[in-house]
C-alpha cells in the first residue's frame, strides 16, 4: 500500500493559527520549547532507581517477596523510562542539544527495544498516518484484535475485548524478541520501507541486542538461576507491556477516534493532516497530576501528536491553547477527564469492533 496523501485545505488556516498560538506562548514566556530542570531529574530519579533494583535483586538476594516486588517495580520503570526519557528524546525534544536526545533515544536500546526500528515505527509511520489501517502499524495486531471495521473480523474478536489484557502484558516481550527483528529483516514496518540502514546502524542495532540479553538473561541466569530469572523476568515484562499498551492504546482506539479510509481513487485522506491528527487521538486523565508525571505527559497526546517537538513537560499549559483554537474553527476535541473513562471506552470500542 502507498501512503496516502493529507488535503491540502485551500483558505484553511487552522495549523497556521495553531503554529502561530503556540510559538507566541513561548516567545512570551522565555521559555525553551525543550526539557527543563523536572525532566532531567525526573529522568535521573527513574534509570537511579531501575539501576539500583537491578543490582539489588541479582547481587544481594533479597526474600523472595521482596524480589518479586521489586521486579513489578522495575517493570513500572521499564514503562515509565521509555515514556518520559526516550519518548522525548526520539522526538528530539528532550534537550537542546542533539547529543542528549540522542542518548535518551538510545536508552531504550538498554530496555530491550531497537531506537531505530522505533524511529521508524512510530516517528515517521505513526505520526503521519495515525490510525490509517494498513499504514499505522500500531493498530495492526491481527489476526488477534481487531482495531477498526475495515480490517476483518474472525469469530475470536467476539470476546477480544475480555482477552486483550493479558495480550497487552505481552508486548515488551514480542516486540523485543519478535517484532524489532521482522522489521529488521523485512526493511519495512508494515507494508511502508524503512530508510536503508547504515553500517553503523546495523552494527548498533546487534549490539544492543546483546548487551541486553546478556544484561537480562545470561547474568541474571548465571547469579540466580534458571526459574528466578524466568519469574521475574516475566513479571517485568509483564508489567512493563501492560502499562505501555494501555496508555497508547487509550489515546487512539476509544469509542471517539477515527479511522480514516483514504478515497480508493485518489488514495488521499479527506482532511487538512492537522485535523486528522485531533480526529484521530484523544487525551485522558489531564488533571490528573500523578499520572500526567508517571506517563511522561503521554495522556495529552492531542498535544503531543500536533507538536512532537516540544517536550511533554509543556503539554498542560499548551493544551489550553489548542483546546481553545478549536473550539473556534469546530474541531472536536476528544478528551476523557478520568483514566477510567477512557479505559471504559477502549473496551467498549474492542467490544463493537467484534461484534459489527
Same mark, same amino acid.
Given at each position: 500500500?502507498?501512503? =496516502?496523501?493529507?488535503?491540502?485545505?485551500?483558505?484553511?488556516?487552522?495549523?497556521?493559527?495553531?503554529?502561530? +498560538?503556540?510559538?507566541?506562548?513561548?516567545?512570551?514566556?522565555?521559555?525553551?520549547?525543550?526539557?527543563?530542570?523536572?525532566?532531567?531529574?525526573?529522568?535521573?530519579?527513574?534509570?537511579? &532507581?531501575?539501576?539500583?533494583?537491578?543490582?539489588?535483586?541479582?547481587?544481594?538476594?533479597?526474600?523472595?517477596?521482596?524480589?518479586?516486588? #521489586? &521486579?513489578?517495580?522495575?517493570?513500572?520503570?521499564?514503562?515509565?523510562?521509555?515514556?518520559?526519557?526516550?519518548?522525548?528524546?526520539?522526538?528530539?525534544?528532550?534537550?537542546?542539544?542533539?547529543?542528549? @536526545?540522542?542518548?535518551?533515544?538510545?536508552?531504550?536500546?538498554?530496555?530491550?527495544?531497537?531506537?531505530?526500528?522505533? @524511529?521508524?515505527?512510530?516517528?515517521?509511520?505513526?505520526?503521519?498516518?495515525?490510525? %490509517?489501517?494498513?499504514?499505522?502499524?500500531? %493498530?495492526?495486531? *491481527? /489476526?488477534?484484535?481487531?482495531?477498526? @471495521?475495515?480490517?476483518?473480523?474472525?469469530?475470536?474478536?467476539?470476546?477480544?475485548?475480555?482477552?486483550?489484557?493479558?495480550?497487552?502484558?505481552?508486548?515488551?516481550?514480542?516486540?523485543?524478541?519478535?517484532?524489532?527483528?521482522?522489521?529488521?529483516?523485512?526493511? +519495512?514496518?508494515?507494508?511502508? !520501507?524503512? $530508510?536503508?540502514?547504515?553500517?553503523?546502524?546495523?552494527?548498533?542495532?546487534?549490539?544492543?541486542?546483546?548487551?541486553?540479553?546478556?544484561?537480562? %538473561?545470561?547474568? !541474571?541466569?548465571?547469579?540466580?538461576?534458571?526459574?528466578?530469572?524466568?519469574?521475574?523476568?516475566? %513479571?517485568?515484562?509483564?508489567?512493563?507491556?501492560?502499562?505501555?499498551?494501555?496508555?497508547?492504546?487509550?489515546?487512539?482506539?476509544?469509542?471517539?477516534?477515527?479511522? !480514516?479510509? !483514504?478515497?480508493?481513487?485518489? @488514495? +488521499?485522506? #479527506?482532511?487538512?493532516?492537522?485535523?486528522?491528527?485531533?480526529?484521530?487521538?484523544?487525551?485522558?486523565?489531564?488533571?490528573?497530576?500523578?499520572?500526567?508525571?508517571?506517563?511522561?505527559?503521554?495522556?495529552?497526546?492531542?498535544?503531543?501528536?500536533?507538536? =512532537? $517537538?516540544?517536550?511533554?513537560?509543556?503539554? /498542560?499549559?499548551?493544551?489550553?491553547?489548542?483546546?481553545?483554537?478549536?473550539?473556534?474553527?469546530?474541531? $472536536?476535541?476528544? #478528551?476523557? *477527564?478520568?483514566?477510567?473513562?477512557?479505559?471504559?471506552?477502549?473496551?467498549?470500542?474492542? $467490544? +463493537?469492533?467484534?461484534?459489527?
Amino acid at each position: 500500500m502507498s501512503t =496516502p496523501k493529507f488535503l491540502n485545505v485551500q483558505g484553511s488556516h487552522f495549523h497556521q493559527e495553531l503554529k502561530r +498560538r503556540v510559538s507566541k506562548y513561548f516567545e512570551e514566556t522565555h521559555k525553551s520549547m525543550t526539557g527543563n530542570f523536572s525532566l532531567y531529574f525526573k529522568a535521573i530519579l527513574f534509570w537511579s &532507581c531501575y539501576i539500583f533494583l537491578y543490582i539489588h535483586v541479582l547481587f544481594f538476594y533479597p526474600a523472595t517477596w521482596i524480589a518479586i516486588v #521489586e &521486579c513489578v517495580l522495575m517493570g513500572g520503570l521499564t514503562a515509565a523510562i521509555g515514556f518520559n526519557v526516550m519518548h522525548d528524546g526520539g522526538h528530539g525534544s528532550f534537550s537542546k542539544s542533539k547529543f542528549w @536526545n540522542k542518548i535518551a533515544a538510545f536508552s531504550v536500546n538498554a530496555l530491550g527495544a531497537s531506537a531505530i526500528m522505533w @524511529n521508524n515505527k512510530h516517528n515517521i509511520i505513526h505520526h503521519t498516518y495515525t490510525n %490509517i489501517d494498513g499504514v499505522d502499524d500500531d %493498530i495492526e495486531i *491481527r /489476526p488477534l484484535l481487531r482495531m477498526c @471495521n475495515t480490517q476483518k473480523k474472525y469469530w475470536i474478536h467476539k470476546y477480544q475485548h475480555i482477552y486483550v489484557w493479558f495480550l497487552y502484558t505481552q508486548l515488551l516481550v514480542i516486540w523485543v524478541f519478535a517484532t524489532d527483528y521482522t522489521k529488521y529483516f523485512k526493511k +519495512r514496518v508494515g507494508t511502508i !520501507p524503512i $530508510k536503508k540502514m547504515s553500517l553503523g546502524e546495523h552494527i548498533a542495532f546487534w549490539t544492543a541486542k546483546a548487551l541486553y540479553y546478556f544484561g537480562m %538473561i545470561v547474568l !541474571p541466569i548465571i547469579k540466580i538461576g534458571f526459574v528466578e530469572w524466568m519469574v521475574g523476568f516475566a %513479571i517485568i515484562a509483564m508489567v512493563a507491556g501492560f502499562i505501555l499498551s494501555v496508555v497508547f492504546q487509550l489515546a487512539h482506539t476509544v469509542e471517539e477516534t477515527a479511522f !480514516p479510509v !483514504p478515497n480508493g481513487n485518489t @488514495n +488521499r485522506i #479527506e482532511s487538512e493532516w492537522a485535523i486528522h491528527q485531533i480526529q484521530t487521538t484523544a487525551n485522558f486523565a489531564t488533571k490528573n497530576k500523578l499520572i500526567c508525571w508517571l506517563v511522561g505527559g503521554l495522556n495529552f497526546q492531542i498535544e503531543h501528536h500536533l507538536f =512532537p $517537538k516540544i517536550s511533554h513537560v509543556h503539554y /498542560p499549559a499548551i493544551s489550553k491553547i489548542i483546546k481553545q483554537t478549536c473550539e473556534e474553527f469546530g474541531v $472536536k476535541y476528544i #478528551e476523557y *477527564r478520568k483514566m477510567r473513562h477512557a479505559l471504559v471506552s477502549h473496551a467498549t470500542h474492542l $467490544k +463493537r469492533m467484534g461484534n459489527i
